[in-house]
């Protein structure tokens, strides 16, 4: 409402409404954008895109709605915007955010703006740090600012707040906090707390054919069954280029996806958790498999030794985004991580009594990627 309704009233107005991918702004935003906002009677069109120019909505009053990834960014920073609308906007880093300010140049509106929606993240976000220095402003919401969850007049969560406040309700730790009440927290104990996303999160692009890949499986049915892809470059860096992270399907089914995924690519070996039964399921569908080493000390003391920065100021293993395959739209619903990335922010320690890290054992729990990186 806040982007759509400017360039409603001003004729000739553009906005840029992005996301860290146009993959995940095409799956989220923008599809919920087109089943619940736009009507027929709207008479608005769509343009494709160009080489040089985002996709867009065209209004009748001549404002458009361009639509954009950040990692594509020759064709953002051709484009000059009244309004920057950015979903998800912890995803982004400070200097995409600055890159999009430079957009602001159209001058077609009396004002030049950029907005954004975020959920909580670690306390030092530089969100959070330009909302604390006074150089952004942040409006807080809560889940009974939301009309759809919660009715104002006779004070109580309507029958879908319910639901989805049990869902959340339900969750621990640092995911509840952030996602149930809104809290900039980063959890006590966290197994790998060298992993940043700024550094260790980065934009997709094509493995070359020469680079060994390996696959990793970790299986699963009412928990997550995860099937990794990683590639080693010549200074043998990791890098996670594709991932299957999903419930409620049977171990053959995943095998005729990971036979069709990998079709024409070098994999060196597949390493697997040691379910006997599992296991032959994968081998009898044409993928042998190797006995993962799970001594898990030893593991995650190697995993957290590739997320440091080596002598070259890089670390030693990477993770590309839109590496999923698919999204398990349950786990999503129940607020539950939906790749390996989100399980960092919630993979911890194992406490004592007193409430303090042991630093031993992690607790067996959101840990399905985990456990297959650690393989």
């Not at 494709?48 to 064709?75: C, H, V, W």
């Amino acid at each position: 409402e806040q982007v759509l309704a400017p360039i409603e009233k001003h004729p000739g107005a553009k906005a840029l409404v992005v996301r860290k991918t146009h993959r995940s702004l095409t799956a989220t935003g923008l599809d919920t954008y087109r089943k619940k906002v736009l009507d027929p009677s709207d008479n608005v069109k769509f343009f494709g895109g160009s080489q040089d120019r985002p996709a867009a909505f065209l209004y009748p009053n001549g404002s458009e709605m361009a639509t954009a990834g950040i990692d594509n960014p020759s064709k953002i920073l051709s484009y000059e915007a009244d309004l920057v609308g950015i979903q998800q906007a912890e995803e982004f880093t400070i200097n995409d955010y600055e890159s999009l300010t430079t957009r602001l140049r159209n001058g077609v509106m009396p004002y030049q703006q950029v907005l954004g929606d975020c959920n909580p993240t670690f306390p030092r976000h530089w969100l959070k740090d330009k909302a604390t220095q006074g150089l952004i402003t942040m409006l807080e919401s809560r889940h009974e600012d939301n009309p759809l969850l919660w009715d104002s007049v006779q004070g109580q969560w309507t029958p879908p707040g319910k639901e989805y406040i049990k869902v959340l309700d339900d969750l621990t730790g640092v995911r509840k906090q952030r996602l149930r009440y809104g809290r900039w927290v980063t959890a006590e104990g966290i197994v790998y707390e060298g992993f940043d996303a700024a550094k260790h999160l980065i934009d997709h692009f094509d493995i070359p054919r020469e680079w060994p890949r390996y696959r990793v499986v970790d299986f699963g049915f009412t928990n997550p069954f995860v099937c990794q892809w990683w590639a080693t470059d010549p200074d043998g860096r990791l890098y996670l280029y594709r991932e299957i992270y999903m419930t409620q399907r049977l171990v053959s089914d995943h095998a005729k996806r990971i036979v069709a995924l990998s079709s024409g690519e070098r994999i060196v070996a597949t390493f697997a958790d040691h379910d006997a039964e599992d296991r032959a399921t994968l081998h009898s569908c044409g993928i042998p498999t190797q006995p993962a080493k799970k001594a898990v000390t030893l593991g995650i003391q190697a995993c957290q030794e590739r997320l440091r920065e080596a002598g070259d100021g890089r670390p030693r293993m990477y993770f590309l985004r839109d590496s999923l395959v698919e999204r398990d739209e349950a786990l999503a619903r129940a607020s539950k991580p939906v790749c390996t990335v989100d399980e960092f922010d919630v993979y911890e320690w194992a406490k004592d009594v007193d409430g303090k890290p042991l630093k031993a054992e992690p607790v067996k729990l959101n840990d399905h990627g985990m456990d297959a990186m650690r393989y």
